[in-house]
T-cell receptor
Framework: ETGVTQSPTHLIKTRGQQVTLRCSSQ?????VSWYQQALGQGPQFIFQ???????GRGNFPPRFSGLQFPNYSSELNVNALELDDSALYLC???????????FGSGTRLTVV | AQSVSQHNHHVILSEAASLELGCNYS??????LFWYVQYPGQHLQLLLK??????LVKGIKGFEAEFIKSKFSFNLRKPSVQWSDTAEYFC????????????FGTGTKLQVIP
């Protein structure tokens, strides 16, 4: 049983640029949730994808967007990067949106 | 909206000391609660969860938590910590309203000194 894999592990971007983060869900899981964990904070829910559609969103602006593919992998896109977007981005997969989350190790994004 | 608060941001203990990490929640309805752990360089893992039933919940690696409704608390405990328990611990509450999300507390960094 494979876990959740995220790529890249680290990334440095310049303010105003765009970034795409990737997540492969655990085998058998069809739901992907994305979280942002800023330094010194707990993870904050960004959105959830189920059957290739966004079915829930946290308090994040529209420049945070995502996709889910037929194989249940997912992408998180962030446009017009701001310094405050610097954080660890976590992907979690589950079955039918349940709470049996499996988290990935995250992508550390630094915006300079 | 549900929320959880963790008042201890950084705890330092010697090996074999007892541990209790505080977690308070605010929500008036049915309460479900989690504790997650994040070891250095590793992914978040579920330590234990409370959905209903026995308010004393046992989790992995010797951890337990007690749900006290009257105090709105769900404190994490371990009788004797080990150096390998050094990690960040998050109390969390799930939300279910057409989709599932988890609201996390700010976390407590535990450092165990050999």
């Amino acid at each position: 049983e494979t876990g959740v894999t995220q790529s890249p592990t680290h990334l440095i971007k310049t303010r105003g640029q765009q970034v795409t983060l990737r997540c492969s869900s655990q085998s058998g899981h069809n739901t992907v949730s994305w979280y942002q964990q800023a330094l010194g904070q707990g993870p904050q829910f960004i959105f959830q994808y189920y059957r290739e559609e966004e079915n829930g969103r946290g308090n994040f602006p529209p420049r945070f967007s995502g996709l889910q593919f037929p194989n249940y992998s997912s992408e998180l896109n962030v446009n017009a990067l701001e310094l405050d977007d610097s954080a660890l981005y976590l992907c979690a997969s589950s079955w039918d949106g349940g709470y049996g989350y499996t988290f990935g190790s995250g992508t550390r994004l630094t915006v300079v | 909206a549900q929320s959880v608060s963790q008042h201890n941001h950084h705890v330092i203990l010697s090996e074999a000391a007892s541990l209790e990490l505080g977690c308070n929640y605010s929500y008036g309805g049915t309460v479900n609660l989690f504790w997650y752990v994040q070891y250095p360089g590793q992914h978040l893992q579920l330590l234990l969860k409370y959905f209903s039933g026995d308010p004393l919940v046992k989790g992995i690696k010797g951890f337990e938590a007690e749900f006290i409704k009257s105090k709105f608390s769900f404190n994490l405990r371990k009788p004797s910590v080990q150096w390998s328990d050094t990690a960040e611990y998050f109390c969390a509450v799930p939300f279910s309203g057409g989709y599932q999300k988890v609201t996390f507390g700010t976390g407590t960094k535990l450092q165990v000194i050999p």
